[in-house]
């Protein structure tokens, strides 16, 4: 079974580009993840999506990210402009009451680094 | 939120037991405790979870206080692939499956 897949796994810009984050759950589950990480630092949550409903979105920088689970599957993260503290791991989780009994699972995580 | 506390960091010998405490003394009755960990460079990686029995798998035992208060997880041959971040992490029924994670333990085992 593929586990999450999240792309790229590195990136680097310069302070007030556009940047974007790509997940790919595994097959089945309903409920995607987005944390950020910072480092020495466990995930925070930034969004939780239920389906394609945004249910939790209180930590998500609403004045320059923006998340999109279109057709309940796939996930992108966007930040713009980005800042310098910005640069951290951003981390896709997912997971499914019926199949997986709420059991988080996670991607590698895409690390960006903001100069 | 239901916070938990772990010591920053812990030593093991190589085939030994690792056994990494967490305190979660304002747990709920219906607060379930989970594990996971962090090897550098991945993302954190489920190990097991538990509501108050001790459950055992092929990674490890946890063992839960009768008062639910605290609880401790045991890696029962430590190999160097098992250094990494460890998480304790309470979950609460019916909120959206939210985790915190906190900073965790770091966990070297030595040869």
């Known amino acids: 079974e593929a586990g999450v897949v999240q792309s790229p796994r590195y990136k680097i810009i310069e302070k007030k580009q556009p940047v974007a984050f790509w997940c790919n759950p595994i097959?089945?589950?309903?409920?995607l993840y987005w944390y950020l990480q910072n480092l020495g630092q466990g995930p925070e949550l930034l969004i939780r999506y239920e389906n394609e409903e945004a249910v939790d979105d209180s930590q998500l920088p609403k004045d320059r990210f923006s998340a999109e689970r279109l057709k309940g599957v796939d996930s992108t993260l966007k930040i713009q402009p980005a800042e310098l503290g910005d640069s951290a791991v951003y981390l896709c989780?997912?997971?499914?009451?019926?199949?997986?009994?709420?059991?988080?699972?996670f991607g590698a995580g895409t690390r960006l680094s903001v100069l | 939120d239901a916070k938990t506390t772990q010591p920053p960091s812990m030593d093991c010998a190589e085939g030994r037991a690792a056994n990494l405490p967490c305190n979660h003394s304002t747990i709920s009755g219906n607060e379930y405790v989970y594990w996971y960990r962090q090897i550098h460079s991945q993302g954190p990686q489920y190990i097991i979870h538990?509501?108050?029995n001790n459950e055992t798998n092929e990674m490890a035992s946890l063992i839960i206080t009768e008062d639910r208060k605290s609880s401790t997880l045991i890696l029962p041959h430590a190999t160097l692939r098992d250094t990494a971040v460890y998480y304790c992490?309470?979950?609460?029924?019916?909120?959206?499956?939210?985790?915190?994670f906190g900073t965790g333990t770091s966990l070297t085992v030595i040869p």
């Open positions: 097959s089945g589950h309903n409920t």
């Open positions: 989780a997912s997971s499914s009451s019926v199949i997986a009994k709420n059991i988080q699972y």
């Open positions: 538990g509501l108050k």
């Open positions: 992490i309470v979950r609460v029924v019916g909120t959206g499956n939210q985790f915190y």
